[in-house]
């Protein structure tokens, strides 16, 4: 089994070190090999995503993924910010279904940013669609106004833009998704606004009616960002796209204890993933060796299971990582009055040393 490993930029590396420690205490066949990739590739050879980096992500089974962006790198053209890394590999390898589940952990319910009342068992699946939308859509450039009140001034602009192809085969991995769970799934989109989401509706009711059995409602994006810190549990599996995906799993995040506890899972229609966390490079922590390497060993087991047929390992990593929250170990970002603080490295060993 091949893993390409891309640490990329700020705590990357660090987390995606701890995820391997993981994987290797597992004592499985896997064949790892490590690529630059974001700030790290532009650093080394001028370009986010270099032709080699590419190359080994697509022969492998799986891409373990840390994160990319560096603020050094934040005036670069856009084409040449560490940020189009992900953005390119996604997009070569069809990505285009990016599983974020947000599960509270019993030990972590007074970490949550609600009561632990409205916490307590959560267990959503988010389903954000990966590789079109706005960050995808052509045209988009900068431009010289040609009309409106600020006609002659600079603007910027980004299109927003689905295909009904690419929403149906993202509604077929969400209901299928729901029957394997409580059978529920609501559809993000902000239709009353937007073409795109009008169109967006009227494919999810179209292929919702091939799977009668699950239950399908619709929610404003607005109000779903509202309700998700109202009432979590009201949800079982959301589906929507790129944009409103990318914003509503990280507010589900914070119910879940921290961003570090968020893991992911980005596939094609071949099973293919890459893992990552679904957190960034986090600069302002990198270096420290106190990032929570949670989310990034939590994207280690999804990839066992869904990538690389190995279920059991996958269950042995998350009982390890319950285990650990059992024995009251946190890194800064969870711990609360009565645990015991640790870092990033101890946090990694303790989860390899739960292992059953
Ligand atoms: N997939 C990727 O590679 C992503 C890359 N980025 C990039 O990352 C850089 C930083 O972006 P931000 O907006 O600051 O988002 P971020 O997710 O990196 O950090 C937001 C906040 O969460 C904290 N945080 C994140 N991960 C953590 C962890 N594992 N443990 C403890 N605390 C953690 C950070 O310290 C920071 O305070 C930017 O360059 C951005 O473009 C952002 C999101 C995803
Ligand atoms: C570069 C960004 C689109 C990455 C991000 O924020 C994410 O995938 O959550
Ligand atoms: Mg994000």
């Not at 974001?38 to 891409?63: I, M, N, S």
């Not at 799993?249 to 914070?254: H, K, P, Q, V």
């Not at 279920?311 to 998350?318: G, T």
Request: hydrophobic share 45%; glycine share 8%; aromatic share 4%.
């Amino acid at each position: 089994m091949k893993i390409a490993l891309l640490p990329g930029d700020g705590i990357g590396p660090e987390i995606v070190a701890e995820a391997v420690k993981v994987l290797k205490a597992l004592a499985l066949p896997l064949e790892m090999q490590e690529a630059a990739v974001g700030g790290a590739a532009y650093a080394a050879c001028g370009h986010p995503l270099p032709e080699a980096t590419l190359r080994l992500a697509q022969e492998a089974d799986a891409v373990l993924f840390g994160a990319v962006g560096d603020p050094r790198y934040d005036q670069l053209e856009r084409h040449l910010r560490p940020e189009q890394a992900i953005l390119g590999l996604r997009k070569a390898l069809g990505l285009f279904a990016n599983l974020r589940p947000a599960m509270c952990h019993a030990p972590l319910t007074h970490a949550s940013s609600l009561k632990p009342e409205l916490v307590a068992g959560l267990d959503i699946l988010i389903i954000r669609e990966l590789t079109g939308d706005i960050y995808f859509g052509q045209p988009r450039g900068r431009r010289s106004a040609p009309d409106g009140p600020f006609a002659g001034s600079e603007e910027a602009f980004d299109t927003m833009r689905y295909s009904r192809p690419e929403i149906e085969r993202i509604a077929h991995v969400a209901f299928q998704a729901a029957q394997k769970r409580q059978g529920r799934v609501t559809s993000v989109d902000k239709a009353n606004v937007l073409e795109t989401s009008q169109l967006w509706r009227d494919v999810v009711c179209d292929v919702h009616r091939q799977y009668p059995g699950v239950q399908l409602d619709h929610m404003y994006v607005d109000n779903a960002a509202m309700q998700l810190a109202r009432a979590p549990r009201q949800f079982d599996v959301i589906v929507t796209g790129n944009l409103f995906g990318d914003i509503l799993s990280d507010e589900a995040a914070m119910l879940t204890g921290s961003i570090g506890m968020l893991p992911s899972a980005s596939l094609n229609d071949k099973k293919q993933g890459l893992y990552e966390p679904s957190h960034g490079s986090a600069p302002d922590i990198a270096g420290q060796g106190i990032a929570n390497p949670l989310a990034t060993i939590l994207s280690a087991a999804m990839m066992l299971r869904f990538s690389l047929n190995q279920p059991e390992a996958a269950a042995r990593i998350e009982a390890a990582v319950q285990s650990v929250l059992a024995q009251g170990l946190r890194t800064p970002d969870i711990a609360s009055e009565g645990t015991r603080k640790v870092g990033t490295r101890e946090m990694g060993d303790a989860v390899a040393a739960a292992l059953a």
